[in-house]
């Protein structure tokens, strides 16, 4: 049997995943408040009948549940569509510059260094592509002279962590 892959570190990228965390986060607390303050609103008009049953609140309170719900839901809905949206274009703006510069790549055209905005997401792997196909960053210093003939080659430059590169950037 195969040996069962157990994750031993829950926050690979670190800054990603906390923000992505409070994203989701602030979107369940605006949905939240707008369905206290839809219920609130209801809860006050019954009360402000003059005579108010509790046997009759009781079973109006279901009705009320439902109302209020699926106006929260239809309040919120565009609110939580349109952040994620927003968000997800800092991932899915450089996923889809990446995808075009390996098809490039592929069709064997140069398309020289990948280049991101300065505050999209993968970063790294951005510059870990560029590394990989030889690409000079626009960042990189001027490439030095071409050695002479016979001497030794220097080795290639380890790619950096990427918990030093985010940092650095940061």
Do not use: Y
Request: proline letters at 7%; charged letters at 20%.
């Amino acid at each position: 049997m195969a040996k069962r892959f157990r994750r031993r570190q829950m926050l690979i990228k670190r800054r990603f995943q906390l923000r992505f965390t409070l994203l989701v986060l602030s979107c369940t607390v605006i949905a939240i408040a707008i369905q206290g303050f839809l219920l609130h609103r209801e809860v006050a008009a019954l009360a402000d009948e003059p005579v108010v049953d509790s046997a009759a609140l009781l079973d109006a309170w279901p009705a009320v549940l439902i109302k209020r719900s699926l106006h929260a839901l239809l309040l919120a809905l565009p609110i939580v569509v349109g952040v994620a949206i927003g968000s997800s274009f800092r991932v899915a703006g450089p996923l889809h510059r990446i995808e075009a510069h390996l098809r490039k790549v592929r069709d064997g055209a140069q398309p020289g260094p990948l280049t991101l905005r300065r505050d999209d997401e993968l970063q790294e792997l951005c510059v870990l592509l560029n590394e990989a196909l030889g690409c000079a960053s626009a960042a990189a210093p001027a490439a030095a002279p071409a050695a002479a003939p016979g001497a030794p080659v220097p080795a290639p430059r380890a790619v950096a962590d990427s918990t030093q590169t985010a940092g650095a950037r940061a």
